[in-house]
């Protein structure tokens, strides 16, 4: 997967959230009107096991990174368990869900932006979200929340989950390290053996 787009978008974009659901911890939604689509911003989370630095790029993802930053700067990471690690087919440390179910969000919904959004179709085949990349996890079709997903390895996925940053190297030895320790049980799949809880995220 290229990590940039075809055709850049404009200088700013409109972007849509929509109520869904409960919230797993109370956050005003971001700003819709004029957001950013140029540009990077820098998220830093200090977890138990580690720092890890996030660019997150709004060239190809405007309202995903909207809606990270706004979730950094009103605090709604803060102390919450990263749930999920998977260490097989794809690898992927998954974080941003307060009620550490992995079923949890900020109450609203969001559309898929890049790459979905550059596609002509259904996706027919898998394309690999590489090793740093950020993407946001979803259970369908534009129901991007809060939760997303670190992968410390290339990961070969569907193209339907939105891509929106990249992982500083400081952050990667941090994810090569919960991934050493795999999950509870040895399993391929779930919540890491040590436990990752996001201490602080913050914006630099």
């Known amino acids: 997967m290229a990590v940039t787009r075809t055709t850049p978008l404009g200088d700013t974009v409109t972007c849509t959230y929509e109520e869904a659901g409960e919230a797993s911890r109370e956050v005003s939604t971001p700003q819709t009107e004029d957001v950013p689509a140029t540009g990077t911003v820098t998220v830093n989370l200090e977890t138990s096991q580690g720092p ?38 794809i690898f992927v440390l998954q974080c941003g869900d307060p009620s550490g179910s992995g079923a949890g969000g900020p109450g609203f919904q969001f559309a898929n932006e890049y790459p979905t959004d550059e596609l002509d179709g259904p996706a027919t085949s898998p394309v690999i979200y590489p090793r740093g990349s950020i993407a946001m996890a979803n259970a369908g079709p534009d129901t991007n929340g809060s939760q997303f997903f670190l992968n410390y390895e290339d990961s070969p996925l569907a193209p339907d989950y939105t891509y929106f940053g990249q992982i500083s190297e400081e952050g990667l030895a941090t994810l090569d390290k919960v991934a050493e320790a795999g999950a509870e049980g040895g399993a391929a799949d779930g919540a890491p053996a040590e436990e990752v809880r996001i201490e602080t995220a913050s914006l630099t």
């Open 52 to 89: 890890i630095g996030m660019e997150l790029d709004r060239s190809v993802a405007p309202c995903t990174v909207n809606a990270i930053e706004h979730f950094a700067a009103e605090g709604y990471y803060d102390d919450t368990v990263c749930h999920r690690l998977t260490t097989s087919g």
